[in-house]
RNA sequence: GUCCCCAUCGUCUAGCCUGGCCUAGGACGCCGGCCUUUCAAGCCGGCAACACGGGUUCGAAUCCCGUUGGGGACGCCA
């Protein structure tokens, strides 16, 4: 058995969608288990919608949940030469023919025969016009078997059946030279000896109609696999209006490329009844059997949840990698300088079982820089009272009398207290919490404590009396 | 309209190929409880599906046919 050799090929017309990602994924990880070949290759002969925003898009979208190319990435418009020479070839060996017929007659003819309840296809009348050099606008149309028929052995969908009847002479060169996307799939996935097409099943029509196109240039045929669809909650393709389909959407909302991966990948394929798979395994397990052969409806909650998930089991110095820059954005450069790699660690341990996204944990992580806090107003009004003082100024001089900050010590002088005075926990928990915290909800409050250390927890202890103390009676 | 694909809880799915182990399993979400200094997380429990109709068979979610429903394709777009 000859090398694998896979490849995504999506078109520059805009970002890089979540669908797309599914199917370079799939390609990917195929490729990787049978130690293949990955070609990244561009398919932009459409040049009046192709741009270099959307290729780059492509790149910075792959690079994002790491998935690598080992050949390209190919530009199909430096591959101009290629797709000329064989549709001529084409032409020349009587597998191929000229047609005059102009874009307008055409559209004009397809609505006729639509109104009439007609196959919209084209319906062959420059064929037998046997037209060798034309001397107008010509395009170069590819004669299509007419009789009998075309199967599909797909990895997915099983045997598909096509009767060639319902095959039209498709246009390979456009009459400004450019080839369409029928055709310079073929000649690229013959040229590149791509051994398994595997793309979305909106291409499964398409390829009875690319079959006679690789016998016909003298290729070997490759293996197809046509992955369902993605689509919205009202079952239609996943698009612009359901919400966020692009990529780099999800990095921005704070989601990690591992559980985007992880998210989109059960998407479409399972293996038994497992959720969560490291890249390696995935790599390992994958498998065209168990690829879904129906569409399957996106799911944010599901999404966000496999994020919660990573989030709280990844090594935290992974996590810290994906949020500092954001840390940044939200211009705590300073802040996240002063502060030890281990400790940022601690950090984000500390908060990280409350937190969904990164974006979430950006607000979370918040409070903990810096020495003092600022208070969320509505907090320090329910909790910071004149009332608490007393209580207050009690547990800062108990606290003094430690010279370091053990957090058991601290939580049972806390307990202590709290029975003596014959509260109870929340009573002098919440004011606080928002003497450290700044605000009423947090992670536990001794954890925030050994994490701020002794005297950032006395100095906010400290202020919080202040601001208690000056608070309306 | 024609052709193609698909059909298990609201959603993602296991099971289907190689019928009985399925009183249909897991996950997300939802509801309830436990834990609890707040918010979470965690743990326990609950609701919830084989689209419908015919066959085949001792027996069908599983095999066959039809119906219905959904999706896709039919461009000098990709």
Redesign the pocket.
């Given at each position: 058995m000859s090398q694998v050799r896979v490849r995504f090929a999506p078109?520059p017309t805009g970002y890089l969608h979540i669908g797309g990602v599914r199917t370079a994924l799939f390609n990917w990880l195929y490729a990787r288990q049978q130690k293949g070949i990955f070609i990244l290759r561009i398919?932009d002969?459409?040049q009046s919608?192709s741009t270099d925003e959307s290729i780059q898009a492509i790149l910075e979208g792959m690079a994002w949940v790491g998935l690598d190319w080992d050949e390209g990435p190919f530009r199909q418009t430096e591959r101009m030469e290629l797709y000329r020479s064989h549709g001529l070839r084409l032409f020349e060996q009587g597998k191929a023919y000229w047609?005059v017929?102009?874009?307008e007659a055409?559209e004009a003819r397809?609505k006729e025969a639509e109104a009439k309840?007609l196959?919209?296809?084209?319906d062959g009348r420059c064929r037998a016009l046997g037209i060798t050099k034309p001397t107008q606008?010509?395009?170069l149309r590819f004669k299509a078997p007419q009789e009998g028929q075309t199967v599909v052995d797909d990895l997915i969908?099983?045997r598909?059946?096509?009767?060639n009847n319902?095959l039209?002479d498709l246009?390979i060169l456009?009459?400004?030279g450019?080839p369409?996307?029928?055709f310079s799939v073929v000649v690229d996935d013959g040229l590149m000896k791509i051994t398994h097409v595997v793309r979305g099943?909106?291409?499964?029509?398409?390829t009875p109609r690319q079959l006679p196109m690789f016998e016909a240039l003298g290729f070997p045929i490759p293996r197809f696999g046509h992955l369902p669809?993605i689509?919205g909650p009202d079952?239609?393709?996943l698009s612009k209006r359901h919400g966020a389909t692009s990529i780099m959407a999800y990095k921005e909302m704070g989601y990690l490329p591992e559980a985007m991966v992880n998210y989109l990948v059960?998407?479409?394929w399972?293996h038994?009844?497992q959720?969560v798979f490291s890249r390696e395994e995935l790599i390992e397990k994958f498998s065209f059997d168990?690829v879904?052969?129906?569409?399957?409806?996106f799911?944010p909650?599901?999404l966000l949840?496999m994020n919660a998930h990573y989030l709280?089991h990844s090594d935290p110095s992974r996590i810290a990698e994906a949020l500092v820059p954001l840390l940044e954005q939200a211009g705590l450069k300073a802040e996240i300088e002063a502060v030890t790699p281990e400790w940022m660690q601690r950090l984000i341990v500390m908060v990280r079982?409350?937190t969904k996204t990164l974006m979430e944990m950006v607000h979370w992580v918040k409070p903990y820089f810096g020495h003092a806090v600022p208070y969320e107003e509505e907090a320090a009004k329910k909790f910071l009272t004149q009332s608490t003082v007393p209580v207050l100024q009690e547990l800062v001089a108990t606290f003094e009398k430690f010279p370091a900050l053990s957090k058991a010590e601290w939580e049972e002088a806390f307990k202590k207290l709290v029975e003596q005075k014959g509260l109870k926990?929340?009573q002098l928990?919440?004011p606080v919490?928002v003497a450290l915290t700044g605000r009423?909800?947090?992670?536990?409050?001794?954890e925030v404590m050994e994490l701020l250390g002794r005297e950032r927890t006395l100095l906010r202890l400290r202020k919080g009396i202040e601001r208690a103390s000056a608070a309306q009676a």
């Open positions: 078109s398919e002969t459409d919608r047609c017929c102009t874009p055409l397809r309840g196959s919209p296809k084209y606008e010509a395009a969908k099983g598909v059946v096509f009767d319902v039209d246009v456009r009459s400004n450019y369409t996307y029928n099943d909106d291409h499964l029509t398409n669809m689509l079952r239609t393709r059960r998407l479409g399972s038994g009844d959720e168990h879904q052969k129906s569409s399957a409806v799911n909650d599901k949840w709280q079982e409350r926990m929340g928990a919440q919490r009423t909800a947090s992670p536990g409050l001794f």
